[in-house]
């Protein structure tokens, strides 16, 4: 089966990042530090699991942002074709964890999928 980007924004709404802003603000070579800089913003725990397979510990590990270019009505980038490469490789590039992704993401893969509904 085919894994594919459906356009849910669920991505983009939650930021869970291992990085605080100081951190990023320390390294100036850090990946998209410019872009991150400029639109993240420290946003404090989600009222839910974006993913319901996250482990409770997962939740609680990460430092959580929102992005200024999400446009929560579309569910989309406001500025899709300057985004980043973190954006750009974001969920399909392999490195995310089952868990972390988004329940009806695309990039889901089924069987983890069918332990969901």
């Known amino acids: 089966m085919e894994r594919k980007c459906i356009k849910c924004g669920d991505c983009c709404e939650f930021l869970a990042a291992g990085f605080t802003p100081d951190e990023i ?16 913003i420290p946003a404090g725990r989600p009222e839910k699991k974006p993913n319901p397979l996250m482990s409770d510990r997962a939740f609680e ?7 200024d270019l999400f446009d929560p009505e579309t569910r989309l980038c406001k500025d899709y074709e300057n985004r980043p490469n ?7 590039s392999g490195f995310m964890p089952k ?5 009806r993401c695309g ?11």
């Open 25 to 40: 603000k320390d390294d100036p070579d850090f990946h998209d530090r410019d872009f991150i800089l400029k639109h993240w």
């Open 61 to 67: 590990g990460f430092i959580w942002y929102r992005c």
């Open 86 to 92: 973190m954006c750009r490789d974001c969920p399909g």
């Open 99 to 103: 868990d972390i992704i988004s329940a």
């Open 107 to 117: 990039f889901m893969p089924g069987e983890a999928k069918e332990m969901i509904v």
